[in-house]
């Protein structure tokens, strides 16, 4: 069964301190894609980033990075010199691919509240 | 460019009433179609999703039910709503072929069951 744990329920930083949210998962499957996504107050979810578990290599856009560990089953996310607009919910989600479609059910964490003071 | 839009945006109900939430996309044809939940204090939990018209699979037993009667149609709903019922719904679609698993999100509806 495809897990994801968000340990950090909440977390509050002040404005320009880095920030990381920590994502681990479980998985039986041997192919599968991480995703972020981001939920400001309005609710709507953003999309952030999607990795697929054959690249390990860490990415980098903006404030935002990403580290994916593959022997700890992490999927980590770091927020440069934070902003109060960074200011949300960020989900940490594991896909269940449906082979011969592209189907991609989503299997979230918790959440964790992020809150960046000014 | 592709939308999705979904509504009421509140709403606010009786325990034992019906319920219906209605999800529409455009910009796309043939889109994966996909309901979640989001609780208080917990993550989102997959409802229902469609790969089609009038296919419909759920994923957790519940009191709920789901319809995709057009391409880009899907909707949500209960005969009886129950106090377990209140949360804040997703719709949300993902392309028929490329990007595996991207989800694009509507904007959300907020149940209180009372």
């Known amino acids: 069964a495809q897990k994801v744990t968000q340990a950090q329920t909440e977390i509050s930083v002040v404005e320009k301190e880095d920030v990381t949210l920590d994502c681990v998962y479980e998985?039986?499957?041997?192919?599968?894609?991480l995703f972020w996504y981001k939920q400001p107050p309005s609710g709507e979810l953003v999309f952030l980033i999607r990795?697929?578990?054959?690249?390990?290599q860490n990415e980098i856009s903006g404030r935002y990075s990403w580290n994916f560990q593959k022997s700890t089953s992490s999927f980590n996310f770091t927020i440069t010199a934070s902003q109060v607009v960074d200011s949300a919910v960020y989900f940490c989600a594991l896909s269940d691919l449906d082979r011969g479609s592209t189907l991609g059910r989503l299997y979230f964490g918790r959440g964790t509240q992020l809150t960046v003071w000014p | 460019s592709q939308t999705i839009h979904q509504w009421p945006a509140t709403l606010v109900q009786p325990v034992g009433s019906p319920l219906s939430l209605e999800c529409t996309v455009e910009?796309?044809?043939?889109?994966?179609l996909y309901w979640y939940r989001q609780a208080a204090g917990r993550g989102l939990q997959l409802l229902f999703y469609?790969?089609?018209?009038?296919?419909i699979s759920s994923e957790v037993p519940q009191n709920l039910s789901a319809s995709r009667p057009q391409d880009r149609q899907f909707i949500l709903s209960s005969k009886k709503l129950l106090l377990s019922d209140s949360g804040f719904y997703l719709c949300?679609?993902?392309?028929?072929?490329?990007?595996?698993?991207?989800?694009?999100f509507g904007e959300g509806s907020r149940l209180t069951v009372l």
């Open positions: 998985t039986r499957d041997t192919t599968y894609y």
């Open positions: 949300a679609w993902s392309a028929p072929t490329g990007f595996y698993g991207e989800l694009f």
């Open positions: 469609s790969v089609g018209i009038g296919q």
């Open positions: 990795r697929n578990s054959f690249d390990e």
């Open positions: 910009g796309t044809s043939n889109p994966n």
